[in-house]
């Protein structure tokens, strides 16, 4: 899985950007499931619809997904030196850490993680951005908390933009949630598109 997405991740940047009079600015997106299409078709899901419509505006920047159902902090970090060094990008977005909360994995864990990724990238002077990911309360207030602290903590430290949940409104509305009750379905897309289209314009310099 991971190969064709791989491949399709520098063909549909090519593509979009021959769709451009000037290049714009690359954001790769390095995420789990939420950003993978899961349970529907890639073109239903928010990465590829907001592609979409940041080329039929002439955007200022695109998107590159590199997302993977299942992935992990540690997989992330595994994964993104060979995409680095493979394609330029001017931005990285993170939205993982959502599998490793549900698994119960060691908060420094994932912390060390993020901060790992962060830092490569910042070598390659990628701007990151991280996403706020929050989990159900399965595992109890203290774990839920130091979880939800280990984000704020990460983009403080690195001094990088955190930005919110894009499924903190939605998950909380059966019916634009999947029958797993964790992932959103083809109704809750284009509100996703708006949610990340308002937050990325915001922090990508036109």
Known sequence: MFIVSFGLL???????QDHYTSKPASIL???DSLSASFGMKENQ????????TLQQ???????????????TTS????????????????????ELGGNDGLRGFAPTLIKNNLLQIISLAQQ?????????????????????????????????QSNITLLPFFMEHIAIKPELM????????????????????QQLNIFIAP
């Open 10 to 16: 520098f063909i549909n940047a090519s593509q979009a």
């Open 29 to 31: 997106i390095l995420g």
């Open 45 to 52: 899901g928010w990465v590829f619809r907001l592609n979409q």
């Open 57 to 71: 505006e002439n955007a200022a920047y695109i998107l590159l997904n590199a997302s993977i159902s299942g992935e």
């Open 75 to 94: 997989g992330g970090l595994s994964r993104l030196p060979r995409i680095l060094a493979k394609q330029n990008i001017d931005y990285l977005l993170i």
């Open 124 to 156: 390659k002077n990628v701007k990151v951005l991280l996403m706020d990911i929050k989990i159900p309360p399965n595992y109890g207030a203290r774990y839920n908390k130091l979880f939800n602290q280990t984000f704020t903590t990460v983009a403080k």
């Open 178 to 197: 999947q029958t797993d009750g964790i992932h959103p379905n083809v109704i809750a897309q284009p509100l996703i598109v708006e949610f990340m289209k």
